[in-house]
Structures are given as C-alpha cells and as structure tokens.
C-alpha cells in the first residue's frame, strides 16, 4: 500500500502502534531524531507503556553541526534520552556507516517501523511511505535490521540504581583515568562526604527505606563504594563547572539534586555550613570554578562527569528518584571535553574568584547562624 503527505502518513503509524500497543508487542525503529516523524513516535512511546521499543540510529562520523550550530551526536544522545528517561522497556542504538539522514543506507526510504504484521518505510522529505502487510516482506524487513543490529552501539545504558552506577564508576577507575571533567549545579557529593555526615543523614534514611521495601538497599554497600570513589577523585584531576546559586540554594534548604534527597535525610543548617566549608577546603587536584551564566533551577538539572574513556549522565525525574546513564560513544565524549577544555571567563570565574565567593556565602550564613 502506497501513501502520500504527511497527515495520511501521521494517521497510519498512530494506527499501527495502536494495533501493535494491543498485543505488548515489539517495535523496531530505524529513524533519526531530526524530523518530525520521530517527535510524532516518540509521542507515542510517552503514553503507550505496553510496547518494547528498540530503535537504530545513524549518527555522523565526522562531529556534524546542524543549521543551527548544535553537534549533530549530542542533539540526537539528548532526544534518545528524553524516552530513557519516561520509559522502561526503550534502547536506543547508533552506527556509523549508514551516514545520516536519507544516506542511512535504505536509499529511496530511509526511515522504518517494523511491527509484528506490518512494515512502513518512510522517504527521507516524509511525504511517501510504503507500508508492507504480507509475511515474506515482513521477515525481510527482520533481515534489514537485523543485519544493521550486528553493527551497532547502545548509545546509553541505563541504571536505576545506585549500586549499579557506582559498579560502573569502580569500573572506571580501574582504567588508568587522570583526568575527569564534571558539570555539576551542587559540587560533587562524594568530594564531601565524610562518615559523620553518612552516619547522621545517609544511613539514617536508607534504614527507614528499607523498612518499607521489599527490595532493601545495603547500606555499608553504599558507604564502601562512596568512600572508595572519594580515594578516586582524590587521585586525579578534575576539573568541575558549579553554581553558587544552587550552593546557596543548598544552604537555605538542605537540597541539591546533585545528591538526590532520594538517598538523604534534610541537613541542618549548622551542617549544611559545614558542609559547603568542606567544599572549599577542597583537595589541589580538584578545581572548581562557578559559572557565570546561573540556570536558575533547582530540580531535574541533568550533571554531567566526562573521562577519556566514559561519560555519566544524572537526571532526577519528578519523585526525586535518581537515573544513571554512561555512554561510550567516542565522538559526543569528544564534544564534552571540547566543551570543558575550552570553556572561557566569558562561561565561568577563575578558580581563585570562584572560592573567593564561597568563602564569603559561608561567611554570610556563618553570621546568619551566630544570630539566631
């Protein structure tokens, strides 16, 4: 069957996962996420939870730039991660060879929906498709991907979890990393943390949790893996981008997504102080400087931790629960570091300024304490 514009093409993908959403059944998508089609889909996926979404994307080779400046590979990692974040049973792959766009190696139609009974192949300008009904055309389109399958990439594994997360950073270390690069709002919990602070605001809410779960969360598991990482950190460079309105921010409410109040207890204010000291008393091999340019928000703010080889993504979603993701992909680590290794004093304060204006917020509310 042969349709022509897109509203026809709209309404014949919305019946088609329809059709597919009724039976639990698996989607397997080859699309790039720079057209409209894809926001249509990925609509879709948002309200639809019963189907498995697999999905091929062909990123460029080459750090491609978009019309307007964007990095093609991260623009197309930050919508893939939109779904990560909304849905369970979604992955999102990448290769290279297929080029991008209308070259992804399908020629004529570059972008397919491959269901249990159906496959649509949709022309790169959106305005034709094909849609597929019958056995033999169906297991063919199975061939396609999956001879595309044996040549991909996870573009992003998700954890949801933090034992898993620290697995991997532990992973990490082990790989003679030197430097690493970190955007994160509230400066890096681990750099912190100390037992008296674990024991009071930790520990002390991860029993309560596990008193109510039936999945239990191993405390001293978290404490080993949080204090082994601190070894880490404090045997490399690392470079981090933070905000002193979301420090200050921190010292008015106990708060920070950076530590997701998913894993602690509300910190008083007396320690809240103490804790930001802590952060000024960093180690040498630890350099921070704060932005310039304040985001201004305190919730849902992804924190980004860059090495040679790995990259770590954060999101807190709406209950304050934690995601993980880690990717590998060799060019987006590149833009990362481009982006750390380049940044100016037009972006963010010398280090010197940077702990110059935490030393006088602490010195504020050190006051503030002192008169109450």
């Known amino acids: 069957m042969t349709i022509s514009g897109r509203k026809n093409i709209h309404n014949l993908i919305i019946n088609e996962l329809a059709q597919e959403a009724d039976s639990g059944g698996?989607?397997?998508?080859?699309?790039?996420?720079?057209?409209?089609?894809?926001?249509?889909v990925s609509t879709i996926f948002w309200n639809v939870d019963s189907l498995k979404i697999e999905h091929i994307i062909a990123l460029s080779n080459n750090r491609g730039i978009m019309d307007n400046s964007e990095d093609y590979n991260l623009y197309c990692m930050t919508k893939v991660l939109t779904l990560y974040t909304e849905r369970i049973n979604y992955n999102a792959y990448y290769c290279y060879k297929y080029g991008r766009g209308n070259d992804i190696g399908l020629s004529v139609f570059p972008y397919m929906v491959l269901l249990s009974d159906s496959m649509i192949l949709i022309s790169g300008d959106c305005e034709s498709a094909l849609c597929f009904n019958d056995k033999g055309t169906i297991r063919l389109g199975n061939e396609i991907w999956n001879r595309m399958f044996s040549d991909v990439s996870i573009i992003?594994?998700?954890?949801?979890?933090?034992?898993?997360?620290?697995?991997?950073?532990d992973v990490q270390s082990q790989s003679e990393t030197t430097v690493c690069y970190v955007y994160q709002l509230f400066p890096n919990a681990i750099l912190w943390m100390n037992d008296e602070i674990f024991q009071k605001y930790v520990k002390k809410i991860l029993d309560r949790k596990n008193k109510s779960k039936s999945e239990l969360i191993s405390v001293e598991d978290i404490r080993s893996k949080i204090f082994r990482q601190k070894k880490?950190?404090?045997?490399?460079e690392t470079y981090a981008f933070c905000s002193l309105d979301e420090i200050r921010y921190f010292l008015d409410t106990g708060l920070t997504d950076e530590l997701s109040?998913?894993?602690?207890?509300?910190?008083?204010?007396k320690d809240r102080v103490?804790?930001?000291?802590?952060?000024?008393?960093?180690?040498?091999?630890?350099?921070?400087?704060?932005?310039?340019?304040?985001?201004?928000?305190?919730?849902?703010?992804?924190?980004?931790?860059?090495?040679?080889r790995r990259g770590y993504i954060t999101i807190n979603k709406n209950d304050g629960e934690p995601i993980y993701f880690t990717f590998t992909e060799p060019l987006n680590l590149l833009a990362f570091k481009d982006f750390f290794t380049n940044a100016d004093d037009s972006f963010c304060y010398k280090e010197e300024i940077s702990n110059q204006k935490i030393k006088e917020l602490i010195h504020e509310y050190e006051t503030e304490l002192k008169n109450i």
Do not use: A, W
């Open 26 to 40: 698996l989607v397997r998508l080859i699309m790039n996420p720079d057209n409209e089609l894809f926001n249509l």
């Open 274 to 308: 103490e804790i930001v000291k802590n952060i000024c008393n960093h180690p040498l091999n630890y350099h921070l400087r704060l932005l310039k340019n304040e985001p201004h928000v305190h919730h849902g703010y992804p924190s980004l931790f860059i090495t040679d």
């Open 261 to 269: 109040s998913y894993y602690y207890d509300k910190i008083s204010k």
């Open 156 to 169: 992003v594994d998700k954890k949801n979890d933090i034992i898993s997360y620290f697995d991997l950073l």
């Open 232 to 236: 880490m950190f404090s045997q490399i």
